[in-house]
């Protein structure tokens, strides 16, 4: 790749990543403002990572610009460092998402989760009390449980409906409890549970409560994140397809600027 094309590429590659990197800067800068504190919380990941894109970029930009094979060098390992790093948490993503795929219930429309059948990394960190509250907290927040009569205006509804794993762990008892529901945000707990599962008796009809703590709740969040991940990490699969495309490239800069610089 000549000498004119691939400073070219990396250029203009990184000044628009510096875009990037400004608009996740000020996105974590209005998250900082909100009110609430879960998503206050995500602040300071959001703003590394608009800094660790922005101080590449810049590197990757100043050293294209002015053909300097000391910058581009710098460039290339900090971007060959996110490259390990993106494979590392990738592969680990496929690792811990590999378990947990839900249970069939007569009658349903949508399957219930087991804490138990999702991975070792996941029940410790579910099961740490700090992070549950944490969690919970949050949760309680949602409009995920309140939204559901809302959503569903009769029982006939609520019974055909699709639940979201979030929805089916945390708003309503398991099933095998054997609580009749009333509507979509009440059940008949008057009847003694057919079940000795002891979110049976986690459970409350208060908004505040639902079946929070139960292990169930905790399955529907694990669920989730488990999707979430693997989502992600098909995204990093494709970012490191790209990233390497972009490393090679960034290689030919190097090698032609570091010739210009041994003829002159």
């Known amino acids: 790749?000549?000498?004119?094309?691939?400073?070219?590429?990396?250029?203009?590659?990184?000044f628009l990543t510096m875009l990037l990197a400004m608009a996740v800067i000020i996105f974590g800068v209005w998250m900082s403002t909100h009110?609430?504190?879960?998503?206050?919380?995500l602040t300071l990941p959001v703003l590394g990572l608009g800094a660790v894109i922005f101080a590449v970029s810049i590197i990757g930009f100043l050293g294209a610009l002015k053909s300097n094979s000391i910058l581009l060098w710098i460039?290339?390992?900090m971007l060959c460092i996110i490259l390990v790093a993106i494979l590392v948490f990738t592969v680990l993503a496929f690792i811990v998402t590999n378990n947990g795929s839900g249970h069939r219930v007569p009658g349903l429309r949508y399957k219930e989760y087991q804490l138990q059948d999702y991975s070792s990394w996941f029940l410790k960190q579910l099961n740490n009390t700090k992070n549950w509250n944490r969690l919970k907290s949050c949760l309680v927040k949602?409009?995920?449980?309140?939204?559901?009569?809302r959503k569903y205006k009769t029982l006939k509804q609520y019974k055909s409906a699709t639940l979201t794993a979030i929805e089916a762990g945390c708003c309503r008892p398991p099933s095998e409890c054997g609580y009749p529901a009333v509507n979509a945000s009440y059940y008949d707990l008057s009847f003694h549970p057919i079940s000795s599962n002891k979110d049976c008796k986690l459970y409350k009809n208060s908004r505040a409560t639902k079946c929070y703590n139960c292990d169930s709740c905790k399955a529907g969040v694990a669920q989730y994140m488990k999707t979430e991940w693997r989502v992600l990490a098909i995204f990093n699969v494709i970012l490191f397809v790209v990233l390497s495309m972009i490393y090679f490239v960034g290689c030919c800069a190097r090698r032609n600027a570091a010739r210009s610089h041994s003829k002159a």
């Not at 000498?3 to 590429?9: D, K, W």
């Not at 009110?35 to 919380?41: A, E």
């Not at 949602?142 to 009569?149: E, H, K, Q, V």
């Open 75 to 77: 460039y290339l390992v």
């Open 35 to 41: 009110h609430d504190s879960c998503r206050r919380s």
């Open 142 to 149: 949602t409009d995920d449980c309140n939204n559901l009569p």
């Open 1 to 14: 790749m000549g000498v004119g094309t691939s400073n070219f590429v990396i250029r203009w590659i990184n």
